[in-house]
C-alpha cells in the first residue's frame, strides 16, 4: 500500500513538473500555437506611448500617434483610439463579443492569457475586405463583467504593437 501511495504521488509530481515546463515554453512561442497559454508580463512599454485610463476600471498604454475618436457608448465604457495603421477598440461591460465566431477566418488562432490572475481569451485572424488586415483581440473578465481590447491594424509588423498593448494591461484594484 506505502509502495502504491508513492508511485502515485510521484507520478502526480511528474505531471505537475512536466505541464509547468509546457507552460513555460508555450509562453514564447507566437500566436499562432493553438491552445498555449501567454502570461501578460511586467509591462516594458515602449518609449513615448502613453497610459490610456479605461475609466476607473482598467489601464493599458498605446502608441503615441493613436487618437481618441469621439463615441456615444450605450451600455458598457467604449472607446475608440486611431493611428496611421492601426486601431485600438476596448469596450467593458456585461457581455463580451462572441470570439468562436471569427473561427471561420483566414489565420484565426486562439490562446488563453492571463492577466493579473485573471484567464483571458487572446484571438487573431485576418480580415478579408476592409481597411484592417490583421486583428488581434482579447478579452479577460473582470468582477461579473469583461474587457474586450480589440487591436484592428494594416499589416502584421504594426499588430506586433498589440502584444505591448495586451502586456500593459493593468486592472484596478476593486
Not at 497559454?37 to 502613453?50: D, L
Not at 476607473?56 to 475608440?80: E, K, R, Y
Request: charged share 25%.
Amino acid at each position: 500500500m506505502a509502495a502504491r501511495l508513492r508511485v502515485t504521488a510521484f507520478r502526480v509530481v511528474a505531471t505537475c513538473l512536466a505541464a509547468l515546463a509546457a507552460a513555460a515554453m508555450s509562453c514564447s512561442g507566437p500566436l499562432h500555437d493553438r491552445g498555449s497559454t501567454v502570461t501578460t508580463s511586467t509591462p516594458s512599454v515602449p518609449e513615448g506611448w502613453r497610459r490610456v485610463e479605461i475609466d476607473a476600471v482598467a489601464s493599458l498604454a498605446a502608441p503615441p500617434d493613436m487618437v481618441a475618436q469621439s463615441v456615444q457608448p450605450i451600455d458598457s465604457i467604449f472607446g475608440i483610439l486611431r493611428g496611421e495603421h492601426d486601431e485600438l477598440v476596448y469596450d467593458y461591460g456585461r457581455y463580451g463579443e462572441d470570439l468562436s465566431s471569427y473561427a471561420d477566418q483566414a489565420g484565426f488562432s486562439s490562446r488563453s492569457r492571463d492577466v493579473e490572475g485573471r484567464q483571458g481569451r487572446e484571438v487573431s485572424f485576418r480580415m478579408q475586405g476592409g481597411s484592417w488586415n490583421i486583428v488581434r483581440i482579447l478579452q479577460v473578465p473582470d468582477r461579473g463583467k469583461v474587457l474586450t481590447i480589440r487591436m484592428s491594424c494594416t499589416d502584421e509588423e504594426t499588430c506586433r504593437s498589440a502584444d505591448a498593448v495586451f502586456d500593459s494591461l493593468r486592472f484596478a484594484p476593486p
